[in-house]
């Protein structure tokens, strides 16, 4: 197609191949992008990738792990030469785990930063109030860790033409959670606990609810609670009394460290699962290790897996931030590699708008956490990762594909 080759050699296998094997499978996308504004063009010696993450407030280990990963990956681009010789400038600005914050920050890095593209906020509320700023003014926006279906596409079919992100969504995790509780636990009647203000929880929870009572299963209590509460007995004295073997409790780790204390402390035994929003280092301290055995997550990855690329990239951390990372710092670096393989396919000057066409065409791009293609809804298509805690440190325990 006559791309030009902007991305140098890289020092090691995996950037090479994380940035060359995007194939271009069309020339843009089918979405109405009629929107008002005509993008952003990179002008100057720089790239610029703007970022509106989470970095103070309540999710604030989300979004400063995705910050750290995006940050690792710029330095090795940069370090590497760059982009056509240009480097990438990062744009970080702090929504404060607030919606009406998150859109200031979208607005501020599309009309003041003039960025060609932005990783956006790491839940799913958050991304979905900036998806009107990235479509308006045609600045393609990522969310790492925007799970919930409707980041990318609207109750009325329609795609959000400027949205994308790097992981999978909430019907696929609820789907496998419930088919491991059913295949792997032998769980017949199930219990779920979810945040029903939060449109990532009600998601799992649906597609959850679905798949376990396909599966022949039976959801024996549903129980709820909102962000910031901190005494769920109640809830769990109903959830006990109805004998469950497996409670479902999709969430942030803010809250779910605090059931799963609880639920312990009530005397609740059988297994416990959720998904990615539990992957912080804060669950292990609210909950503790003990009473966190016994449980198990949907994630993107895992840092124990043994494919070379997750290795290669577990090391790269480990120099860099001295931990290991989890998922949330996999899908940041992810999310950059992304946005610089859809620059590094753009023919001609680099725009906003290129840069949207060609992650709309993105395929078989292989990353940490996995290889995908950007399906017509703007969703990559990627395997899930179960891991386990054993004395409040996770463990691999299967991976799983679409």
């Given at each position: 197609?006559?791309?030009?080759n902007?991305?140098?050699?890289?020092?090691?296998?995996?950037?090479a191949?994380?940035?060359?094997?995007?194939?271009?499978?069309?020339?843009?996308?089918?979405?109405?992008?009629?929107?008002?504004?005509?993008g952003?063009a990179?002008?100057?010696?720089t790239?610029?990738?703007?970022?509106?993450?989470?970095?103070?407030?309540?999710?604030a280990?989300?979004g400063?792990?995705?910050?750290?990963g995006a940050?690792?990956?710029?330095e090795?681009?940069?370090a590497?030469?760059g982009?056509?010789g240009k480097q990438?400038e990062?744009?970080?600005v702090?929504?404060?785990?607030?919606?009406?914050?998150?859109?200031?920050a979208?607005?501020?890095?599309?009309?003041?930063?003039?960025?060609?593209?932005?990783?956006a906020?790491?839940?799913?509320?958050?991304?979905?109030?900036?998806?009107?700023?990235?479509?308006q003014?045609?600045?393609?926006?990522?969310?790492?860790s925007?799970?919930a279906?409707?980041v990318?596409?609207?109750?009325?079919g329609?795609?959000?033409?400027?949205a994308?992100?790097?992981?999978?969504?909430?019907?696929?995790q609820g789907?496998?959670?419930?088919?491991?509780?059913?295949?792997e636990?032998?769980?017949?009647?199930?219990?779920?606990?979810?945040?029903?203000?939060?449109?990532?929880?009600?998601?799992?929870?649906?597609?959850?609810?679905?798949t376990i009572e396909a599966?022949g299963?039976?959801?024996?209590?549903?129980?709820?609670?909102?962000?910031?509460?901190?005494?769920?007995?109640s809830?769990?004295t109903?959830?006990?009394?109805?004998?469950?073997?497996?409670?479902?409790?999709p969430?942030?780790?803010?809250?779910?460290?605090?059931?799963?204390?609880?639920?312990?402390?009530a005397?609740?035994?059988?297994p416990?699962?959720?998904?990615?929003g539990?992957?912080?280092?804060?669950?292990?301290?609210?909950?503790g290790?003990?009473a966190?055995?016994?449980?198990?997550?949907?994630n993107?990855?895992?840092?124990?897996?043994?494919?070379?690329?997750i290795?290669?990239?577990?090391?790269?951390?480990?120099?860099?931030?001295?931990?290991?990372?989890?998922?949330?710092?996999?899908?940041?670096?992810d999310?950059?590699?992304?946005i610089?393989?859809?620059?590094?396919r753009?023919?001609?000057?680099?725009?906003?708008v290129?840069?949207?066409e060609?992650l709309?065409?993105?395929k078989?791009?292989?990353?940490?956490?996995g290889?995908f293609?950007?399906?017509?809804?703007?969703?990559p298509v990627?395997?899930?990762?179960v891991?386990?805690?054993?004395?409040?440190?996770?463990?691999?325990n299967?991976?799983?594909?679409?």
């Amino acid at each position: 197609m006559g791309k030009h080759n902007k991305m140098k050699k890289y020092g090691s296998l995996f950037m090479a191949t994380a940035l060359l094997t995007g194939v271009l499978a069309g020339c843009g996308s089918d979405e109405d992008s009629s929107k008002s504004g005509s993008g952003n063009a990179v002008t100057g010696d720089t790239i610029k990738i703007g970022a509106n993450l989470e970095l103070s407030g309540g999710v604030a280990s989300y979004g400063s792990s995705i910050n750290d990963g995006a940050k690792l990956a710029i330095e090795e681009i940069n370090a590497a030469g760059g982009i056509d010789g240009k480097q990438i400038e990062y744009i970080p600005v702090d929504n404060k785990s607030e919606t009406a914050e998150a859109t200031s920050a979208a607005i501020r890095l599309a009309e003041q930063e003039k960025v060609v593209a932005m990783l956006a906020p790491a839940t799913s509320g958050n991304s979905v109030a900036t998806v009107q700023i990235a479509n308006q003014h045609k600045v393609p926006m990522v969310t790492g860790s925007g799970t919930a279906p409707n980041v990318t596409v609207n109750e009325d079919g329609s795609v959000n033409a400027y949205a994308f992100r790097t992981c999978f969504i909430d019907p696929f995790q609820g789907t496998v959670a419930a088919n491991f509780a059913t295949n792997e636990l032998s769980a017949k009647n199930v219990a779920i606990f979810a945040d029903n203000a939060s449109d990532y929880a009600k998601g799992l929870a649906a597609s959850f609810k679905e798949t376990i009572e396909a599966n022949g299963g039976t959801v024996v209590a549903e129980e709820a609670y909102v962000a910031k509460d901190v005494d769920f007995k109640s809830q769990l004295t109903n959830i006990k009394g109805k004998n469950p073997d497996f409670i479902f409790i999709p969430g942030y780790y803010e809250e779910v460290g605090l059931i799963v204390k609880q639920a312990r402390e009530a005397g609740i035994t059988v297994p416990l699962m959720g998904a990615d929003g539990w992957d912080s280092p804060t669950l292990v301290d609210l909950a503790g290790g003990d009473a966190l055995n016994n449980t198990f997550i949907t994630n993107h990855y895992s840092s124990e897996d043994p494919d070379a690329k997750i290795q290669d990239f577990v090391t790269a951390f480990k120099d860099e931030y001295g931990q290991a990372p989890n998922a949330f710092h996999a899908l940041g670096y992810d999310s950059i590699y992304f946005i610089v393989d859809a620059i590094n396919r753009v023919d001609g000057d680099i725009t906003s708008v290129a840069v949207q066409e060609q992650l709309a065409a993105t395929k078989d791009l292989g990353l940490v956490t996995g290889t995908f293609s950007v399906d017509e809804n703007h969703n990559p298509v990627k395997s899930a990762t179960v891991l386990e805690f054993v004395d409040g440190k996770q463990q691999f325990n299967s991976k799983v594909n679409p």
